[in-house]
């Protein structure tokens, strides 16, 4: 049951509304909180599924603990350290919700945000749904706003790769689950992910609400720039199979969207 209004979306079958599939790492402080931001959705129709990647601390245990107490929770736990886009595929393959969303082990959600996303998805007929989201420091201090466009295609992607993946959400009677199956890259997965859906001839609708609290750590694998380049570079040319010339210029406006965005920031 869901505390939305009667002309939103209901779950088919058997299976709850929508998926949240949340990979966890060594995120034994944060990642209680990630889940209790799920657990409070005003949206309760959903189950959440966390895929322990051979964590070394007490992640695992935690998620556990949270599990023992709300059916809704399901655990999985990877024997080795597989990287995040097995970790994600892992839950996928288990997801019996007809909407799929993400969340990183140490981001969070706003309490109204399902409900803000399926509304805006209901009205409108799309598969795919971004919002606008807070970035924060380690310690939960705030750093920025982050607003998204009102929509973005393949192309526009390219120039401009968003982080979305905290955001997303997708209706997979609209985007094909096949879609979403995420190529096994330590780095990029998610943005290779959203790629292939656009591809396809999907857009990414974007709701220019803050939902969502992406947390800046000194260990994520987005935290340093030069890698950040590095990888963008990679997606173009080995994901995407770009020719130099125009995966060269795509990253000259991914930097400049980049620059922008410090520059509003400062």
């Avoid at 299976?15 to 990642?31: D, F, K, M, Q, T």
């Avoid at 709701?207 to 750590?217: F, I, W």
Wanted: hydrophobic share 40%; aromatic share 8%.
């Amino acid at each position: 049951m869901t505390r939305t209004s009667p002309s939103l979306p209901r779950a088919n079958g058997d299976g709850p509304l929508i998926s949240v599939i949340v990979p966890a790492y060594n995120s034994e402080r944060h990642i209680a909180q990630t889940l209790h931001s799920v657990q409070s959705q005003t949206v309760t129709d959903l189950e959440i599924l966390v895929v322990d990647d051979a964590s070394s601390d007490r992640t695992l245990t935690i998620a556990e603990q949270a599990a023992a107490q709300d059916p809704r929770i399901h655990v999985f736990a990877q024997p080795v350290n597989a990287g995040v886009a097995r970790a994600r595929n892992r839950a996928l393959a288990h997801a019996r919700g007809r909407y799929i969303a993400y969340l990183d082990s140490d981001d969070q959600w706003l309490p109204h945000k399902l409900e803000r996303q399926l509304a805006f998805m209901s009205a409108r007929g799309v598969g795919a749904c971004i919002t606008s989201y807070e970035t924060i420091e380690e310690n939960g201090a705030h750093r920025n706003y982050v607003r998204i466009p009102a929509s973005i295609d393949y192309r526009g992607f390219l120039k401009n790769t968003l982080t979305c993946t905290l955001t997303i959400l997708l209706d997979t009677t609209i985007v094909d689950p096949a879609l979403l199956v995420m190529p096994d890259l330590r780095r990029g997965q998610d943005a290779a992910t959203w790629l292939q859906v656009m591809k396809r001839g999907h857009r990414l609708y974007g709701l220019d609400e803050c939902l969502a609290k992406y947390r800046k750590t000194a260990g994520s694998l987005s935290s340093n720039k030069i890698k950040a380049v590095k990888r963008t570079w990679n997606l173009y040319r080995n994901v995407e199979g770009m020719s130099r010339p125009y995966a060269a210029y795509c990253l000259s406006w991914q930097l400049f969207h980049a620059a922008l965005k410090r520059r509003k920031d400062a």
